[in-house]
């Protein structure tokens, strides 16, 4: 079985300030791992994903998120917030089908990210 | 290239009805999967399918059914709506193979039931 936990379902941080999101995942066998990202009556877009290999993974729009096994963790950081991150941020955790292909993701309640001016 | 297509956007049904909502995939994706995302909350796992087969199933009752055509796209099938069946429902597409977990979502079919 799994899970995805995300302290906090709002963060606010000023524009330009470093955003930090934080999820803690529960796994049986090793994770594939996954940031969202979803604007206001949109779909969800993948930011980043970690499967294998590098621990520190880079996504889109100059976010990052690192996989501690140990913590059994995978926070999401953006150096300096800009106004356009606003929106909900989900993480969620897969693992590998025996079939090949891939588990339904398992989603956290989701972050509400608030930028600041 | 289009990505992945749902409708209809907005649909509301009452109680006891039955709804479809329609899928179509993105170019080059074989995997169709479903998801239910309530208000506030993150999305849940319906199904997913593959070759035209349920291949994995989320915990949901049997009143939710799908099903996959030849050419990948899918429907959703809810049967003796509830209250507590409103939500966004989301279509996500994938690649069978080392793509297989990168998913492409839809903009979802919102469900208001009454």
């Known amino acids: 079985a799994q899970s995805v936990t995300q302290l906090g379902s709002h963060v606010s941080v000023s524009e330009g300030a470093l955003v930090l999101l934080r999820c803690n995942y529960s796994?049986?066998?090793?994770?594939?791992l996954f940031w969202y990202v979803q604007y206001p009556n949109q779909g969800l877009q993948l930011l980043l994903k970690?499967?294998?290999?590098?621990?520190l993974v880079k996504g889109i729009n100059g976010f990052e998120a690192e996989f501690k096994k140990s913590e059994t963790s995978f926070h999401l950081t953006k150096p300096s917030a800009h106004m356009s991150d606003a929106a909900e941020y989900f993480c969620?955790?897969?693992?590998?089908?025996?079939?090949?292909?891939?588990?339904?993701?398992?989603f956290g309640k989701g972050t509400h990210l608030i930028i600041q001016p | 290239d289009a990505g992945v297509t749902q409708s209809p956007t907005h649909l509301i049904k009452t109680r006891g009805q039955q709804v479809t909502l329609r899928c179509s995939p993105k170019s080059g994706h074989d995997t169709v999967s479903w998801y239910q995302q309530a208000l506030g909350q993150g999305p849940q796992f319906i199904f997913q399918y593959y070759e035209e087969e349920e291949r994995q199933r989320g915990n949901f009752p049997d009143r939710f059914s799908g099903h996959q055509f030849p050419n990948y796209s899918s429907e959703l099938n809810v049967n003796a709506l509830l209250l507590g069946d409103s939500a966004l429902y989301l279509c996500?597409?994938?690649?069978?193979?080392?793509?297989?977990?990168?998913?492409?979502f839809g903009a979802g079919s919102r469900l208001t039931v009454l």
């Open positions: 996500a597409s994938s690649k069978q193979g080392a793509g297989a977990n990168v998913l492409t």
């Open positions: 969620a955790v897969s693992g590998l089908y025996s079939g090949g292909g891939a588990d339904g993701l398992t």
């Open positions: 970690y499967t294998t290999g590098a621990t």
């Open positions: 796994s049986s066998v090793p994770p594939y």
